[in-house]
């Protein structure tokens, strides 16, 4: 029996037949998923490749062109749920061209059409193919009446209170236009809107949209309007329906009649004329495509005269003037060949798929990441199933791949009819491939769910945790060491010899004295020379003392980033009374303990994760020999000592109505107050607005002074 593989010149006429039967159904089944339900189940590319394997036999078996063959089909048949709308004029589709050949065939097609010779110049228009849902929008009068889908190009969907919705659709026109006018064109949502309606949905731990084009068609049909108002979609004019008097001539006119009624068009329209022009600007909006905030998948050629349109007509479902010259699929096929794990500075195992090469839009792609074991397994973030029916992954799996701008490359999807025999499920490491320690995933104490990320526990012992904690120790918000990046640690860390070897951080600061007494020397070295290590040495010794919070970030104490970092600094003061306060903390109890979590901005688990960091042996170690090289500066003291409030521990609660939180913050701190987020023992005042409840109870039982905010302003007044 042939399959989609036979080539067609050898089909048999009954085997071209038994396709054809499959491929209408199977195609008007994907078009119902797709323009139905808003929700595809195969790419586009596959399902473009089964439309034109069925051209194919089409064109070689005339005869056995089937009544209902998708050549000659639209969309498909518009939802019951919505009121139906009689097209005026048919809304089509286009015909597609996929290589440059495609494209000079099409212009000679029009030639030969017009009977014109190839010096009679034709002129054409060239604009994006956006990645929306089409829609026709009547306005008689001047007033939009109704607006519809494509449907199945004959009847749409009447989405009318929907598209009223929409701002960037007028709902009048100005005066002076034509009593009916339809305008046409894409309704879709901005990539910049889609993400971060993903990141809300994924916030309230709702299940993700997959793409723009389909979140905005889903949005779009929507039997409550205020949903489609929510969504915030967008639109841009291309062409027309009846018009009951046409404002220009041609379709380039058009478009500017179109943007002068107020509706937003492509500015990256263009009229050209000869076939080398319109090629050339394929390119250049495939360049800009990665940067657009909106999707697009290829250019549309049209010829720009209008009579010339009418002349050239109409085949069954698609204009004779006009083709979608389509980008290469940024999705394609390969194989997953083995999956390696890195590990990062905090221990994090990160797995990436080896992949047999491919071309995806234009970029050979070799790997993808798989993020966690959960990813893997088809687990997303919030446990729900990701990829069709949770597919895992696994070595040797054939595997969809998707590259979508500079985004690092997607597993899509997982081809379950190619999976090889005896396959078995992925086994993520139960110990750090570097070292060997063991790794982990931790419990999350609020969810109970197991954290996503799979970590080694190996800490210093562990040579990649030890190179990526030295990167970060030098990097810009770090020490900032100049002529020590990421590519010299590298060269230092593997370094063999003793008088270069840098392991730990405190060996920066040693490098010099142990070169001084060694004969390997680092001048002599490829890369390096008498100038730059000279420069070197200079710009490390410039770092012997340091700003605290830089001096805490660059210990590298997980959760602690540079805003933690600066907390800290300026709550302790001093590296030693810091140190104390985390050793002092250890029992997570006690009144370090509190006094570390009440530090605004301090949360719980940024606080365990430095009692942990500083209960580790070899941690002290570390920073204790590194504190014989350098000295962390006592945080600048910012106390204005003649304010009333210098050295107080405050507290703001309940709602202020004179000032923000931000701002009643800075105040008291720029009066050298401390801002504490919790009330204890050490507090010296609390400034209480409306609502505020336990902390005012806790005020109490510590006999802690307790302001309203007239009595703040009258407090620091003067000062
Ligand atoms: N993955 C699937 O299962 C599946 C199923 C059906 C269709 N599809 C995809 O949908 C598309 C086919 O649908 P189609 O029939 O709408 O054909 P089409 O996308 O090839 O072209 C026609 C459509 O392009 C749109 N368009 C965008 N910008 C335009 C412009 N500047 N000028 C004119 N038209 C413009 C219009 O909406 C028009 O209806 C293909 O990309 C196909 O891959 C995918
Ligand atoms: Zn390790």
């Known amino acids: 029996m042939a399959n989609a593989k036979t080539p067609v010149e050898i089909l048999t006429e009954e085997e071209a037949a038994a396709e054809l039967a499959f491929l209408a159904a199977e195609i008007a089944r994907n078009d119902e998923l797709y323009h139905g339900q808003d929700a595809p189940e195969i790419s586009d590319a596959d399902y473009d490749a089964l439309k034109r394997r069925n051209e194919e036999i089409e064109a070689r078996f005339p005869a056995l062109v089937r009544d209902d063959s998708p050549s000659r089909r639209v969309g498909s048949a518009p939802l019951p749920t919505f009121a139906p709308i009689t097209h005026s004029r048919p809304m089509l589709s286009l015909d597609n061209t996929f290589s440059d050949e495609d494209v000079r065939d099409f212009v000679a097609s029009v030639y030969r059409f017009l009977g014109r010779l190839p010096d009679d110049s034709i002129a054409f228009t060239a604009e994006p193919k956006i990645d929306g849902l089409s829609m026709s929008i009547r306005y008689e009068n001047g007033r939009l009446v109704s607006a519809a889908t494509r449907g199945d190009g004959t009847t749409g969907e009447n989405v009318t209170a929907n598209v009223l919705t929409i701002d960037e659709i007028p709902s009048r026109l100005p005066a002076g236009a034509p009593a009916v006018v339809e305008v046409r064109g894409e309704v879709y949502m901005a990539k910049s809107d889609f993400l971060a309606l993903n990141e809300k949905m994924a916030a309230e731990g709702k299940q993700t949209y997959v793409n723009p084009r389909n979140t905005a068609a889903g949005s779009l049909r929507q039997l409550d309007a205020s949903v489609t108002a929510s969504r915030k979609l967008r639109f841009f004019a291309y062409a027309w329906g009846e018009m009951s008097e046409m404002p220009a001539d041609t379709q380039f006119g058009m478009i500017g009649v179109l943007k002068g009624w107020g509706f937003p068009v492509n500015p990256m329209t263009q009229r050209l004329s000869r076939v080398e022009e319109i090629i050339a600007h394929y390119r250049e909006i495939g360049l800009a495509r990665p940067d657009l905030d909106y999707d697009i998948d290829g250019v549309v050629y049209k010829v720009d005269e209008l009579a010339l349109q009418e002349r050239l007509g109409f085949r069954s479902r698609s204009p004779r003037w006009a083709t979608a010259h389509k980008f290469p699929a940024e999705q394609a096929f390969t194989t997953v060949e083995k999956i390696d794990i890195q590990v990062g500075r905090t221990g994090a195992l990160t797995p990436v798929a080896r992949l047999t090469p491919v071309t995806v839009g234009g970029v050979v792609v070799t790997n993808a990441t798989l993020h966690n074991a959960d990813y893997i397994e088809g687990i997303g973030n919030s446990g729900e ?18 590259r979508a701008g500079d985004v690092i490359p997607q597993v899509l999807d997982v081809v379950m009819e190619k999976r090889p025999a005896g396959s078995v499920s992925y086994e993520f490491p139960k110990t750090c491939p570097v070292c060997e320690s063991h790794a982990v995933r931790e419990r999350n104490e609020k969810t109970g769910r197991l954290d996503s990320v799979t970590r080694c526990t190996g800490g210093f012992v562990c040579r990649a945790q030890a190179v990526e904690h030295l990167k970060h120790f030098v990097s810009r918000n770090a020490f900032d060491i100049e002529g020590l990046g990421s590519k010299q640690i ?91 306060a985390m050793k002092a903390s250890a029992p997570l109890s006690g009144e370090a303990w509190s006094e570390l979590n009440s530090i605004d901005g301090i949360g719980e688990v940024v606080a365990r994760a430095m009692v942990e960091f500083y209960k580790e042996p070899r941690n002290l170690d570390v920073i204790g020999r590194l504190l014989e ?42 009066l050298g107050a401390k801002v504490a987020g919790s009330v204890s023992k050490k507090t010296d005042l609390v400034v209480a607005g409306p609502g505020a409840g336990s902390k005012l109870d806790k005020a109490r039982e510590f006999s802690v002074e307790v302001i309203d905010e007239d009595g703040w302003f009258e407090l620091i007044k003067g000062s």
Do not use: C, W
């Open 490 to 580: 590298d060269f230092f860390f593997e370094a063999e010899d003793a008088s270069l070897a840098i392991r730990t951080a405190p060996d920066i600061f040693t490098l010099e004295k142990r070169q001084a007494a060694s004969l390997t020397r680092l001048e002599n070295i490829d890369g390096f020379g008498k100038v730059s290590v000279r420069k070197l040495y200079d710009a490390i010794d410039a770092r012997r003392s340091i700003a605290l919070n830089r001096f805490i970030y660059a210990l590298g104490i997980r959760h602690v980033g540079e805003t933690n970092a600066k907390l800290l600094a300026r709550a302790y003061g001093t590296y030693a009374a810091f140190e104390e």
């Open 385 to 402: 199933r990701i990829r069709e029916e949770g597919h895992d992954i696994r070595i040797g799996d054939t595997v969809i791949v998707q």
């Open 629 to 670: 090289e350098v000295t962390p500066q006592a945080a600048e003291a910012i106390v204005a000592s003649s304010s009333p409030v210098a050295g107080k521990t405050v507290v703001f609660t309940g709602s202020l109505e004179k000032m923000t939180r931000d701002e009643a913050k800075a105040m008291a701190e720029r």
